[in-house]
């Protein structure tokens, strides 16, 4: 088929599905039409007979309209052959829904009866005049106009049997062609329901971001972390067999937290309810061992006792910053160093995490300083950007700067006021518990369950 006549052939297309749509109509209505014509004539002979024949047309437009499993054949019918794109609604159905669809139903009804009436009478009657009119049988036109118009000559009979014909035929035209607009009326969303749909959306899209970020902070640094120590492993096997050891040993221990996270991960994927919880600042110690098994030495400096008072959502938040921020100094600090500073009060936790950098192409370029979000740069990689996200899910703002060779990352979380157990104001300028260096430390064995 050739492009010109593609349009056409489409068009073809939507007029026959249109015109199927309003046969259905057309036969959903001939009980109904039938049941009138019954209770008409019975209403010359029993006015009791014809009430009840009245009520029975009633209860059979009434009660089909009102079903929602009618609701739903129509919505199909209308995808289907009007083309028209109706979202799944909520499973909520209200009154006003109720309504809609039952006058969506009337008007199928109606759109049918105009369609059989067009093929039935209005057509024949065009076509009879016509052909009767071109083969010279005018009396014949004549006493078939007057059966329609009657009491009018015979001129006018014709003419009006004519013009209404026509009316009637151009009428179901029109009709047909403005289904697919009030199938959107009737049977789409309200604006409540549009709300509600952008609402569930907005959830979607907030569960997909969430679950890459996870995706990202678990799986991701294990990989990192793997990568790193297998090559590691690789170049020490010859010369340095323990060392070579340790190295898999720590992917060993990598991958068995893996698989624990990824479990978390899977569980926020099955189900549209929060899965156990992620880890928070509790698990900061058995992660900071990890890292310096892994080969990074970190030197800490917080205060145990009050990041155990911090609310879940915030120690959960500045966990996951941390374990990324952990992972680009494994990846590009040179030395090997890194520095975790937390402060926590009565209004925010501030992060301040510190590495050695060397001005080699490897590094990530730091973006800019600023007082809120700072822009993602190409080199920084996702993690930077999930960093980002994170902070400013809770209101809070992440910034990256270079400064006297070391790259820093500083981000603050707000604290709900007010929260229990929160460190008073001047929680920061105690003395603080912990202040050493794990390089020292020889990492005690974990159960792996808990890795």
């Known amino acids: 088929m050739t492009e010109s006549g593609r349009p056409m052939a489409r068009r073809a297309g939507r007029i026959f599905r249109h015109f199927v749509f309003m046969m259905i109509g057309a036969l959903l209505a001939v009980p109904y039409i039938a049941t009138f014509i019954w209770a008409t004539q019975l209403a010359a002979v029993d006015a009791g007979l014809a009430a009840f024949a009245f009520a029975l047309l009633f209860a059979l437009l009434a009660v089909p309209a009102a079903l929602p499993v009618t609701r739903e054949l129509e919505r199909t019918a209308v995808r289907e052959l009007l083309s028209v794109e109706l979202p799944d609604l909520p499973a909520e159905s209200g009154s006003g829904r109720r309504w809609r669809g039952a006058a969506w139903y009337l008007i199928h009804l109606l759109a049918g009866s105009l369609l059989l009436f067009t093929l039935v009478v209005a057509g024949p009657m065009i076509l009879a005049v016509a052909f009767r009119w071109l083969a010279g049988q005018s009396q014949s036109v004549a006493e078939l106009a007057a059966v329609v118009?009657?009491?009018?000559?015979?001129?006018?009979?014709?003419?009006?049997?004519?013009?209404?014909?026509?009316?009637?035929?151009?009428?179901?035209?029109?009709?047909?062609?403005?289904?697919?607009?009030?199938?959107?009326?009737?049977?789409?969303?309200?604006?409540?329901?549009?709300?509600?749909?952008?609402?569930?959306?907005?959830?979607?899209?907030?569960?997909?971001?969430?679950?890459?970020?996870?995706?990202?902070?678990?799986?991701?640094?294990?990989?990192?972390?793997?990568?790193?120590?297998a090559t590691a492993a690789q170049g020490l096997l010859a010369r340095n067999p323990d060392a070579a050891a340790r190295a898999m040993q720590a992917v060993a221990d990598t991958g068995r937290t893996a698989l624990t996270e990824l479990d978390h991960v899977i569980?926020?994927?099955?189900?549209?309810?929060?899965?156990?919880?992620?880890?928070?600042?509790?698990?900061?110690?058995?992660?900071?061992?990890?890292?310096?098994?892994?080969?990074?030495?970190?030197?800490?400096?917080?205060?145990?006792?009050?990041?155990?008072?911090?609310?879940?959502?915030?120690?959960?938040?500045?966990?996951?910053?941390?374990?990324?921020?952990?992972?680009?100094?494994?990846?590009?600090?040179?030395?090997?160093?890194?520095?975790?500073?937390?402060?926590?009060?009565?209004?925010?936790?501030?992060?301040?995490?510190?590495?050695?950098?060397?001005?080699?192409?490897?590094?990530?370029?730091?973006?800019?300083?600023?007082?809120?979000?700072?822009r993602s740069t190409s080199a920084g990689g996702r993690g930077l950007d999930g960093i980002r996200e994170r902070a400013r899910l809770t209101g809070g703002s992440a910034n990256t700067v270079v400064a006297a060779g070391q790259w820093i990352l500083e981000v603050e979380l707000p604290v709900t006021d007010g929260a229990p157990g929160l460190p008073g104001p001047h929680a920061s300028q105690r003395p603080l518990h912990l202040r050493h260096s794990l390089t020292s430390r020889r990492p005690r064995k974990t159960d792996p369950r808990h890795e």
């Open 149 to 229: 118009v009657p009491f009018v000559d015979t001129t006018t009979a014709v003419l009006w049997t004519l013009g209404l014909s026509l009316t009637v035929v151009v009428f179901t035209v029109l009709t047909g062609s403005a289904l697919p607009h009030w199938a959107d009326r009737m049977l789409g969303p309200s604006p409540a329901e549009l709300a509600a749909l952008d609402e569930e959306r907005a959830r979607d899209e907030a569960r997909r971001n969430e679950l890459a970020r996870e995706l990202h902070d678990s799986v991701g640094h294990a990989l990192t972390v793997t990568t790193l120590q």
């Open 267 to 374: 569980g926020l994927l099955r189900s549209s309810a929060p899965a156990g919880a992620a880890a928070g600042l509790e698990e900061l110690p058995r992660s900071l061992e990890r890292f310096a098994m892994q080969g990074l030495a970190v030197e800490h400096d917080y205060d145990d006792e009050g990041l155990a008072r911090l609310p879940r959502d915030v120690s959960v938040t500045a966990h996951r910053i941390l374990q990324e921020g952990l992972t680009n100094a494994l990846k590009y600090a040179q030395p090997k160093q890194a520095r975790p500073q937390l402060r926590s009060d009565a209004s925010s936790l501030r992060i301040r995490l510190s590495n050695p950098i060397s001005n080699t192409a490897d590094t990530p370029a730091p973006a800019p300083a600023s007082h809120g979000i700072t």
